[in-house]
């Protein structure tokens, strides 16, 4: 597939992440406005809530683009998906006779405040990349036993805080919590020493389920992916995770990129499962290619110096599709909502530098690494910011994600004195 | 305390569960017709989204009960809180002038179906019942290692699944899952074989917070509290809960009571901690007696057949409370919301009648328990309704719950053939 040209130049630069291939869906302001659904072309973000108010755009059930999040449009389904990323694909080409209806929509993208893309129904975090959980398995109860044994038949996953899902751009605090190293005696309550990135793509749901799906059906359920990192206080959760799981080693945040990269446009990048080791079950079973083909960075720059790519992957080192993820997540009978929200897990490679946490990257604090300033780093330093990218290289484009940004702040003083 | 006269009067009866001191929140419905927001008073229901629409009751903010759920109420605050409950307690009373104007808008309970009483934002469960955590601990891991190392010092929970939080009367479909026995050699897709009952206090935030809090603000922003039955297949949850947590075993539904009983109708049945073991790092320390003696029951009742009691128990049980669970939940950062739904854990006692899961009744299967009709249980049989009940004796009434009942249907035949 090759770069489909637009009327808005910017688009059409091979490395721009919103070629009118690409068409993500996210929220906006200007001067403190309020938010309005958006889509992303080039430098420019084209106003549906302005053009859905001035009749410009018929949805089904509307108004759709009135509140401040994609849920509305998403409850729509795949039909009314298809059809507005059909009209605005046609809106938007070089050539298009409604060039001059349009362009008074268009704001820059300079010029305005993004804000979260859906109200995040509820949010899971998987562990599918083989890698990382490989990774973290041997830290944590050596090569022997790296993998659990449950790891190879189902995608493992827990329940995350939706409450603590935030857009890029908003600061970190890092988190104080109970605290209980290997040496010491007794807990303490301090600021996480550990305090972690994950690089992660999200899958956000777009059509309900009332009980168990298959994975064809999960796959075509979801609306679109976002990166996504879940920071994490690896000390508080080394003390709190035996037996229920991670709590409040997740609670602090979750960033994502503000702008949802839909299924369709990322259908060109789809990917074959990898070799499995074991036959998953069948209702687990590959069904057709559901990975992605999307290349990932992470950079981080200390407070007023220069960034450092601190790792460089792929979505492809994933185990799990988020399409078995989410089928998986409906065996039991629990209902799924429109703007659940699935974190993948973290995305690791088999190289070192491939590593999408610091954990990892350092093993656990024994191997700092060095950033291009000359200082190292085992966990995040008060004042570094955390950059993931994500890019889908086409012939001539790229479909990008946009940025998934934050940076941590020095814990409060004392949170109980206020 | 003692019994404050209504002029409704089934709500007299010592041993109904909504005297005036009760007056417990529901959402109700007659007829098929639009959900209001009611208050039990006796055997009658008071509607308050008709007293509103009709100006018999100014609320600031209004209107407030015309949504099907008590959370724009909620959203008000204490003030707001304690202004409705001396209104309706004025309104209610014995000798109250304003009886006529009043009596239009009392509903038979038993000419309606009971709603969610709330919108659940998210759902967190906890471990918090010392007795249950040490019973399933020795079974699990031997009598030597019962209580993981951190239990003492901190509420351990999990998060759990707000779309799965259904009213009493739900029935409850017994769930398929991944299921592998220590003895066989590969896993495999069947209907859970050990499904299970949780008996727990749910506890309802009301006031939202945005950063770690104290554990007396924990205690002042709870609203009010349910019984709670966290369904739990141990079978699932027996194969995937290492490394992350409980997830597919506790996603098919958590059952709690239609009626929230304040914070406030509680009070005077408030008790001090139990003995601590270990002192609580001072972010988590007791602050107050936040505790309740509520007495606890669990019937189960066969397809057809009376109900047998099968555990009997006291909320006193409880080695954390509600406040101190609320509090940990906030000390990393994360918001919490109006709506949000807290489990305290499987309340159990120190004896064999006292425990609140059929995994400790049966002590995992291996001494079924014997009921009324002669028959025996480990688990949950299909056809098997259960239900909870709570009740805070004061002197010449109660304080109760209603109920928290679920029939258990038998699973699909295949859920993947549909």
Redesign the interface.
């Known amino acids: 597939m090759s770069l489909k040209r637009s009327w808005v130049a910017s688009a059409n630069a091979a490395d721009h992440p919103f070629p009118l291939n690409n068409l993500p869906y996210g929220v906006f302001s200007t001067g403190g406005g309020m938010p309005h659904c958006g889509v992303a072309i080039g430098d420019m973000i084209l106003d549906v809530t302005t053009m859905e108010a001035d009749g410009l755009l018929k949805l089904p059930q509307a108004p759709v683009f009135q509140a401040h999040s994609w849920n509305a449009f998403m409850a729509l389904g795949p039909a009314a998906w298809a059809d507005l990323r059909a009209t605005l694909t046609g809106m938007l080409a070089e050539g298009s006779s409604t060039q001059q209806d349009i362009e008074p929509y268009l704001v820059a993208a300079a010029d305005v405040q993004m804000h979260m893309p859906i109200t995040v129904?509820?949010y899971t975090d998987f562990?599918a990349g083989r890698h990382h959980a490989t990774n973290v398995g041997t830290m944590f109860r050596g090569a022997e036993n790296a993998l659990?044994?449950?790891w190879l038949?189902?995608p493992?996953?827990?329940?995350?805080?939706?409450?603590?899902v935030v857009v890029s751009g908003t600061d970190i605090?890092r988190?104080?919590?109970?605290l209980?190293g290997p040496e010491d005696d007794?807990?303490?309550?301090a600021p996480s020493a550990r305090f972690d990135i994950e690089l992660e793509i999200g899958a956000i749901v777009g059509t309900p389920s009332a009980?168990?799906i298959?994975v064809q059906e999960a796959f075509d359920n979801i609306f679109g992916y976002v990166l996504l990192n879940d920071w994490s206080?690896r000390d508080?959760q080394a003390?709190?995770?035996?037996?229920?799981?991670?709590?409040?080693?997740k609670?602090?945040?979750t960033t994502i990129s503000p702008w949802i990269v839909t299924a369709a446009a990322l259908a060109p990048f789809r990917r074959d499962a990898p070799a499995r080791d074991?036959a998953l079950?069948?209702?687990l079973k590959d069904c057709g290619p559901m990975f992605y083909n999307i290349t990932l960075d992470v950079r981080l720059t200390p407070q007023g110096e220069h960034p450092s790519t601190i790792a460089s992957t792929n979505a492809t080192e994933l185990y799990y599709s988020a399409a078995q993820q989410l089928a998986?997540?409906t065996?039991?009978?629990?209902?799924?909502?429109v703007g659940?929200l699935l974190g993948s897990g973290t995305i690791s490679g088999p190289e070192k530098h491939q590593r999408g946490s610091l954990l990892e990257m350092s093993w656990g604090g024994q191997e700092p690494i060095t950033l291009t300033d000359g200082t190292t780093r085992s966990f995040i330093a008060d004042g570094d910011t955390l950059a993931l990218s994500g890019n889908a290289d086409g012939d001539g484009f790229t479909v990008g994600f946009g940025p998934c940004v934050g940076t941590v702040l020095p814990a409060?003083e004392n949170?109980?004195t206020r």
Chains 1, 2 share one sequence.
């Open positions: 129904a509820e562990y659990p044994p449950n038949h189902m493992i996953g827990y329940n995350g805080r939706a409450s603590s605090r988190p104080w919590g109970q209980k007794k807990p303490r309550f009980g168990p298959t206080a508080i003390w709190e995770y035996q037996p229920l799981g991670p709590f409040q080693a609670a602090t945040a074991v079950l069948d209702h998986h997540h065996t039991a009978g629990g209902p799924m909502r659940d409060l949170p109980y």
